[in-house]
């Protein structure tokens, strides 16, 4: 036993020594995504705490609506997403070490068969994380326990986009990387560059921003404002597809236009208006016949004329003219 154990330290150390130095692409692979998104989300933080009127127009919800509605500090939601880079970073150190040669041993090829690769990688992502997103949904017991914890925000920002349960971070995130790797068959180099540009479009999906302050959003229809509208109670069992396609949501059923939901925000928003003006019209109305009436110049009555009684209904009988 402690012979094995010793072989698999030496083994270890080795291919510490050679993959996992910082001159190695297996070192930056999971590294190198965690950067990018907190310079993303920092990016921004600022811009959220700087409020410009042009960025705010931008807006897919206002600031306050946020403080109001999400159930969660931002201390604890940046808390629980460096946990789960951690776990991220030393799993995917871990398989290296396991398996030196996982992305290694594929050759990089050209510019077409890189594409083929880096397309390929977005396709089987996007599956694993409609199936496991959606399973988190479906099964009540593991959205109570396990994803609920990301619906505690329900407005996003961009520095949460990642807050999650740790079981599910794990499967979601961590689990679906690998499994993207394997199944891709995509060299280092190219899951590198995915890994990036999918925890880049990760961020602005919940960056709460549209165009142009969120440059992606154009180009995906899967967009911060298509998963705003998962974060809303009315939309909360729609749009599971994340971060690039939305063809899993059209096939399965479960797409929610987000100009559906613009629709029915306009709608309420104007029965609460004409609600308003009901009740403006109203108490206009009950002031108007409770209010005593004016006076006018000289203590008279001004405006209303005062009718003597025989004018007011008591008839006059006319003298009988005197016989002569």
Same mark, same amino acid.
């Given at each position: ?151 505690? #925000?329900?407005?996003? &920002? /961009?520095? +949460? =986009?990642?807050? @999650?349960?740790?079981?599910?971070? $794990?499967?979601?995130? !961590? *689990?679906?990387? #690998?499994?993207?790797? &394997? /199944?891709? +068959? =995509?060299?280092? @180099?190219?899951?590198?560059?995915? $890994?990036?540009?999918? !925890? *880049? ?12 302050? @969120?440059?992606?959003?154009?180009? $995906? ?17 729609? @749009?599971?597809?994340?971060?690039? $396609? ?79």
């Amino acid at each position: 036993m402690s012979s094995l154990l010793t072989r698999a330290a030496t083994h270890a150390a080795t291919v510490a020594r050679e993959r996992l130095h910082p001159r190695s692409i297996e070192f930056w692979m999971p590294l190198l995504p965690v950067v990018l998104y907190w310079v993303v989300a920092v990016l921004y933080d600022w811009l959220d705490a700087r409020q410009h009127p042009w960025t705010e127009r931008r807006r897919l919800r206002p600031k306050a609506e946020a403080q109001a509605r999400n159930s969660v500090t931002r201390a604890h939601v940046v808390g629980r997403v460096l946990l789960q880079h951690a776990v991220q970073c030393a799993v995917a150190w871990a398989n290296t070490l396991v398996d030196p040669a996982f992305c290694d041993a594929r050759p990089p090829g050209g510019p077409l068969k890189t594409a083929g690769q880096f397309a390929l990688c977005m396709f089987v992502f996007d599956a694993w994380q409609y199936m496991i997103h959606r399973l988190m949904h479906e099964h009540k017991g593991l959205y109570n326990a396990v994803h609920s914890t990301h619906h505690r #925000l329900l407005v996003c &920002y /961009a520095a +949460g =986009a990642l807050y @999650n349960h740790p079981l599910e971070a $794990f499967l979601l995130d !961590t *689990v679906g990387a #690998l499994a993207t790797v &394997y /199944a891709s +068959g =995509a060299p280092c @180099n190219v899951a590198t560059a995915f $890994f990036c540009f999918a !925890t *880049v479009k990760t961020v602005t999906d919940h960056c709460g921003y549209d165009w142009p302050v @969120n440059p992606l959003a154009p180009l $995906f229809a899967n967009n911060a404002r298509y998963h705003d509208v998962h974060h809303d109670p009315r939309g909360f069992r729609k @749009n599971y597809s994340q971060p690039f $396609f939305t063809h899993w949501d059209w096939l399965l059923g479960t797409r929610m236009d987000p100009a559906e939901l613009t629709r029915m925000d306009r709608e309420k928003e104007a029965r609460r208006k004409a609600k308003e003006a009901a009740v403006a019209a109203e108490e206009d109305s009950v002031a108007q016949r409770t209010t005593p009436r004016g006076r006018g110049r000289g203590g008279e009555d001004g405006g209303a004329t005062t009718i003597p009684a025989a004018a007011a209904g008591t008839r006059t009988t006319p003298r009988r003219r005197a016989r002569a």
